[in-house]
């Protein structure tokens, strides 16, 4: 029968002694120079402050006393007396940024300034052109007028159009070379639209009235494109026959005004459009809001 083996010595081995030894000098090495350690108040206030940018701190904060270590040989062996940690106050200076939240009615109040101004930009656009088209205004051949955004300027039919014809008369071409000068010069989308009284047309050239005022707007329409370098991309064609009349046609007197062609300069009615939008929400709103 063989030998049992031997059984281990009893207890921890002799280098685990050492090994603690060890760490316990080391731990109490890092305590004595945490002890002796003495803190910058310059350097915390800067460490702070980055802090404070870092993480979007919107507060003042007082701080009772800055954090410093004092030496364990100045305590015990120094022969004055230890100096005090002066108490300071760190005062965040990052004051809340107030962001205005605008209510639906300051965004009307807003926007309706911006209309306003638009409008009186439009009305000396207006006032422009009637000045340069003054003298043909005198003579009844044209008027000019603004209608909210749009600038309206009214081609009468008297010298013109021939009547039942679509083909400008010869003598009216100056009249439509200063017309042209005058839309070359503006923005915004240019809307030539025809009309005509309420008495049938169907003759060869013409089926309905609604072939004439269309006819008559390509015409004015054309002769502006050739005459300038307008893009046409701003040119919109429109034919309404008799369906906008200006007077009641009950009269020859009110059938000549009904005849016109207009040249509609339209600016910015988008804004226009945004603003009523806004005005019926506000409203709504209101209205939901009284509703028990």
């Not at 459009?273 to 509703?291: A, E, F, G, L, S």
Request: charged share 25%; glycine share 4%.
């Amino acid at each position: 029968m063989s030998d049992c083996p031997k059984c281990p010595p009893v207890g921890a081995p002799m280098w685990l002694a050492t090994f603690a030894d060890l760490m316990s000098l080391l731990m109490c090495f890092f305590i004595l120079l945490l002890s002796m350690a003495s803190m910058d108040v310059v350097k915390f206030k800067k460490v702070a402050d980055s802090l404070k940018e870092a993480f979007g701190v919107q507060r003042e904060m007082q701080v009772d006393q800055i954090p410093m270590g004092t030496s364990i040989i100045e305590q015990h062996f120094s022969p004055g007396q230890v100096q005090q940690t002066p108490l300071e106050e760190i005062r965040q200076s990052t004051e809340e940024e107030k962001e205005k939240i605008d209510t639906p009615e300051d965004m009307e109040i807003a926007k309706q300034k911006v209309i306003e101004a638009k409008l009186e930009e439009i009305k000396a656009e207006a006032d422009k052109i009637k000045k340069e088209l003054q003298a043909e205004i005198d003579q009844g051949l044209v008027t000019v007028e603004t209608n909210g955004f749009r600038i309206v300027i009214r081609i009468n039919e008297k010298g013109s159009f021939s009547s039942a014809s679509a083909v400008l008369q010869p003598g009216f071409e100056p009249v439509m070379d200063k017309i042209t000068q005058s839309v070359t010069e503006s923005k915004g989308k240019v809307i030539v639209a025809g009309h005509t009284d309420d008495i049938p047309i169907k003759t060869i050239m013409y089926r309905s009235n609604w072939e004439l005022s269309s006819s008559r707007a390509v015409t004015v329409a054309q002769y502006m494109l050739e005459k300038q370098q307008i893009d046409p991309k701003r040119f919109l064609i429109e034919g309404h026959a008799d369906t906008h009349p200006l007077m009641p046609n009950d009269s020859a007197q009110n059938r000549a005004v009904n005849r016109r062609v207009e040249i509609v300069i339209a600016r910015d009615e988008a804004l226009l459009n945004d603003r009523n939008q806004t005005v019926q929400t506000i409203q709504t709103d209101t209205t939901t809001d009284k509703t028990p």
